[in-house]
């Protein structure tokens, strides 16, 4: 057995996350140094695949910008405190929310009490733990408070308020700077509103410097651009004004603010009046939830935005627009005769093989090539080679060939573990991860990328003889080129607005406009990759820490098998379209209007990604799929919550994700299948069929109908592929028993015997292994979507994927639950299997499935029924208690109500219990179980066989119905319910009102 990898000190400071990055930054005041202190998994989210130090680069070249920053990363707060003590170097420190040894808060006030007279600036994620904190008032103790909503320019607006703040006095009395007043107390609004603004001014003066008389004065025209003035109170804004008024460019505010410490609802229309009172010809914006503020402000000459505009940061682009303003390796002989050049690796290897043997020696005698490679920042290969002397070598050919397979095995080496830039010649379908067109790779890929660095840091790939773990090989369209596909094609304002799923869908089919270059880059991409393929989605939200939008956008499987690469590239351009269409369909549009998101500021870019399995018979598919957690939200005795669970399915992942039963099992104790307590179960509640990819048929390129590319199959189907004797048992009629393996005649039943009980292949030590990498590196517990290939050409390894990884959506503790304390007539409901924790007193309306009506053959009338109540209580602002029989979303009708995630997205906590003496066990592994989780929805399942869960259905019976339906009931009371859930316990009990 392989030995087990320990996430130690040593390793970690082995690991390529110490890589420090710069940054570029202006003026007399500089932050140098700055101290980044977060998990590994926020850094990456921050770096995204190593290029916010290319995209900081690329903006301030872009704006004739210098001086670059440097930013050390510690994952420790009492270490990160200890190296600015020592080092007294440090101007910032960032910290996330998520630190190694303390939480943030603590870690400001520890800096504070050291000493430490260094701006501490909190960067979070825009989710409920942010929401939590700033409700506290506790986050006085930050210099300032921003939220990273996937724009890399937060970190320049970060640096840039802080300098302007301190240099805003000397700049101004020295050349008159001007100023531009921002007065916004909300956290989102202002991170969402700096990068633009600074973004606009940097481009603006940029736009001067052609009137710069020489260089210097150029560049001090690029110092003097107006600076901004943050500030969140009505005071602080007025004593900027008093204090810079001549030199005040103009102000943009909100209108409801603090004013004398109070909340004061017309301070912003105040403040501009008294601006507007000393100088009329300064511009001001003023900014409301409230329609009504735009008469107030019209009334006094100030412009007015909407805050709830769909297009308000856009609106705010054009308001400022109308009224604010390195080298080649040079091959030479020893007389200095040029004779040859290399602007990269690829060309310096192409080169060695050329160059004449007396420039090879006159170069390589002076340690040229590793200087030149260090001034690339390629330094493992510079320190590779620097050692080596001429003299090492018996011949000018044995030096040269040792030099040429150390680029190329360093070429392709460095691909492995990150994202590069898409390239015909160095794309490799084994190994390579890239990336077409700018902007974010969005969530998903950055799951895929950050689990991908982990794979190749800490050499996990091949740890496990005669097993592959590998993230598919794929290329990433980036969200600049859907920026482009929207804007170019006249789509945003359309897709906003409209309500009429098929409109858009055909509207973004029939749209032809796409970079000419992606197209030649995706035409490049079919040439080398002739097998299926899965196009995905990810979206600037998408697996976000908080609420990841699983299985709210759309993802494709295509055979990409036919003859003509014109089909095949029309094909593949159609799926990217409908992905993008996704984002504006009602049921995305229903989500994002349940979180704090704005869809104006929905990104998509997508993955295209070599499909994991192997060609049976005409059907594509894996030996299994499966959707592993490091925490278990319904732990049975002895196994804990931290043990984990894995729910596992054989063929395609959809069985899974549309909330099929699967197999269950704990990776740490992979002996006890917890479902299954009888033969008969085993034989009931275990997969009897599942999917792949049709390869034979054909679909319409119009409506992409995954139905009848993606289709159902019987397991005898697989057994006739030979794709179950690792994965299943024989049921034996002759004496009811169950045998391990596929020899025996008789029903096949899905149990993965082999694997589990025999160690056939490793699953459960891979699983544990990548939770446990997973959970280290983003300081959170985890969910990972695998699947496994064992049909491999022989002398090849098998194959296990990682297909995606994201953070879980774990409740903090707020409060233990003592049930003694209620009398059971006090309650409505009791279950040992809670999800949630914290209690819930606002609820006033039920949503119940009548137990005395329930058939199964009539669930899908219950679930319309059900859809109709929900859209109903989200128009009146109402949450929710939602109760019926069996499980919640079920494709199974059978099972259960088979609702989707948008027909119940308004229920604020949601029962399930059995009918009959049926057990019902909840989803591990749907999309639809994630939602329920990330929105913090109370979830309660009830088996009433066991005294400790308990529904009263007899007083919901006898309560009058507000409304009721043949199946459904809405019962509206005067006062609300109690839910109170111990998340630590998974237990929860809902009192009725009093």
């Not at 510079?382 to 360093?410: C, G, M, N, W, Y």
């Not at 043990?643 to 104790?669: C, N, Q, T, W």
């Not at 699953?763 to 939770?771: A, V, W």
């Not at 009338?861 to 979303?889: C, D, H, Q, S, T």
Request: proline share 4%.
């Amino acid at each position: 057995m392989s030995d087990v990898i320990k996430f130690n000190k040593d390793l970690i400071e082995k690991s390529s996350f110490s890589k420090i990055q710069d940054f570029h930054s202006l003026m007399r005041y500089r932050i140098r140094d700055i101290l980044l202190v977060s998990s590994l998994y926020d850094l990456y989210i921050l770096e995204e695949d190593n290029r916010l130090y290319e995209y900081i680069r690329h903006e301030y070249e872009g704006l004739s910008l210098s001086h670059a920053p440097e930013l050390v990363h510690i994952s420790s707060g009492a270490e990160a405190i200890r190296t600015a003590l020592d080092e007294r170097k440090f101007d910032l420190i960032i910290t996330t929310l998520h630190i190694e040894d303390m939480s943030p808060i603590a870690f400001a006030r520890r800096v504070k009490e050291a000493g430490l007279d260094i701006p501490v600036v909190l960067l979070g994620y825009d989710n409920r733990e942010m929401s939590e904190l700033l409700a506290t008032k506790d986050f006085s103790i930050f210099d300032k408070v921003f939220i990273w909503q996937g724009d890399y320019r937060i970190v320049l607006a970060i640096i840039k308020f802080l300098e302007d703040r301190n240099n805003v006095e000397n700049d101004t009395k020295k050349v008159g700077v001007q100023s531009i007043i921002l007065i916004e107390d909300n956290v989102r609004f202002y991170s969402s509103y700096l990068p633009i603004i600074y973004t606009e001014i940097l481009k603006q003066s940029q736009n001067l410097m052609a009137e710069g008389l020489n260089l210097s004065h150029k560049y001090l025209r690029m110092r003097a651009r107006p600076k901004i003035l943050l500030c969140d109170t009505f005071e602080e804004g007025w004593n900027y004004f008093e204090k810079y008024e001549e030199y005040v460019l103009g102000v943009i505010s909100d209108v409801d603010f603090k004013k004398e410490g109070r909340h004061d609802p017309n301070a912003g229309i105040e403040f501009a009046r008294k601006v507007k009172e000393r100088h009329s010809d300064i511009p001001i914006l003023l900014q409301s939830t409230i329609g009504e503020n735009e008469i107030k402000a019209g009334e006094i000459g100030a412009d007015f935005l909407i805050k709830n505009s769909p297009t308000l940061l856009e609106d705010l682009k054009k308001f400022m627009l109308n009224n604010f303003g390195f080298g080649d390796f040079v091959f030479k002989t020893p007389d200095g005769k040029e004779v040859g050049r290399a602007k990269n690796l690829l060309e310096l290897e192409h080169q060695l093989k050329n160059i004449p043997d007396e420039s090879l020696l006159y170069h390589a005698s002076r340690n040229h090539f590793s200087n030149w490679l260090k001034a690339r920042t390629e330094f493992w290969l510079a320190h590779r080679l620097r050692p080596q002397k001429v003299t090492d070598f018996a011949t000018p050919e044995e030096l040269r060939q040792s030099l040429i397979d150390s680029l190329r095995e360093f070429r392709k080496s460095r691909q492995v573990g990150i994202i590069s830039d898409f390239n015909k010649e160095s794309f490799d379908p084994t190994i390579t991860f890239a990336r077409i067109g700018g902007g974010s790779m969005g969530g998903k890929a950055r799951g895929l990328g950050f689990v991908n660095r982990l794979l190749s840091d800490f050499d996990v790939r091949y740890h496990f003889k005669g097993v592959k773990i590998f993230v598919p090989s794929a290329v990433v369209i980036g969200t600049e080129i859907f920026d482009y596909f929207m804007n170019n094609n006249n789509l945003l304002d359309f897709a906003l607005r409209s309500n009429n799923d098929a409109d858009i869908k055909k509207k973004f089919l029939n749209a032809r406009k796409l970079p000419k270059e992606v197209k030649e880059a995706l035409k490049d991409f079919l040439t080398i990759v002739k097998t299926p393929i899965a196009v995905r989605s990810s979206s600037l939200l998408e697996d976000s820490q908080d609420q990841p939008f699983a299985g709210v956008y759309d993802t494709f499987m295509l055979p990409n098998n036919e003859k003509s690469l014109e089909l095949r590239l029309e094909k593949l351009l159609k799926t990217i379209k409908r992905i993008y269409a996704s984002i504006y369909l009602k049921k995305s549009k229903d989500y994002i209007r349940m979180t704090s998101y704005r869809l104006e500021e929905e990104k998509m870019a997508v993955i295209i990604q070599m499909l994991v399995g192997a060609d049976h018979n005409g059907k594509f598919y894996p030996e299994f799929s499966g959707v592993a957690k490091s925490y278990n939200y319904y732990p049975i005795s002895p196994l804990k919550s931290s043990d984990g669970i894995a729910a596992v399915a054989p063929g395609l992942g959809k069985y899974i994700v549309d909330g099929e039963m699967p197999l269950r099992f704990s990776p740490k104790h992979p002996s006890r299948l917890i479902q299954f307590s009888t033969i008969d179960d085993m034989l009931n509640f275990t997969p009897n069929h599942f999917y792949a990819l049709d390869l034979n048929s054909e679909f319409k390129v119009e409506t992409l109908d995954e139905e009848r590319m993606i289709k159902k199959y019987s397991l005898q189907s697989a057994l006739e592929d030979g794709a179950l004797k690792f994965t299943c048992s024989t049921y034996s009629n002759d004496n009811n028993r169950i045998y391990d393996g596929a020899e025996r005649t008789g029903p096949k039943i899905f149990t993965l015997a082999p694997i589990l009980k025999y160690n056939l292949f490793p699953l459960t030590d891979i699983l544990n292994l990548l939770l446990e990498m997973s959970n280290w590196g983003t300081a959170s517990p985890v969910e990972i979507e695998f699947a496994v290939n064992l049909s491999v050409p022989q002398g090849k390894p098998a194959e296990f994927a990682l297909l995606q990884m994201r953070p879980m959506v774990i409740d903090s503790e707020l409060e233990e639950l003592d049930a003694s304390d209620y009398s059971e007539g006090s309650l409505l409901c009791k279950s040992n299997r809670a999800l949630g924790n914290g209690i819930k007193n606002d609820i006033r309306d039920i949503v119940y499935v009548s137990r005395a009506k329930f058939e199964t053959k009539y669930t899908g009338i219950m679930a319309e029924e059900v859809e109709y109540f929900n859209n109903k209580l989200i128009g009146m602002r109402a949450p929710y208690l939602l109760i019926g029989i069996g499980r919640w979303g079920s494709l199974d009708p059978w099972l259960g109500i088979p609702v989707k995630w948008e027909q119940i997205n308004g229920a604020a906590a949601i029962i399930e219990s059995n009918y009959g003496n049926t057990n019902i066990v909840p989803s591990q592994g749907s999309h639809f179980f994630q939602n329920l989780t990330s929105f913090k929805v109370g979830y309660f399942s009830v088996n009433q066989i066991d005294e400790d869960n308990y529904i009263d259905w007899d007083w919901l019976d006898n309560l009058d119905a507000e409304e009721e339906k043949i199946y459904t009931k809405h019962i509206r009371m005067e006062k609300p319910l109690i839910i109170k859930i111990n998340g630590q316990k998974n237990f929860g009990i809902i009192l009725k009102p009093e």
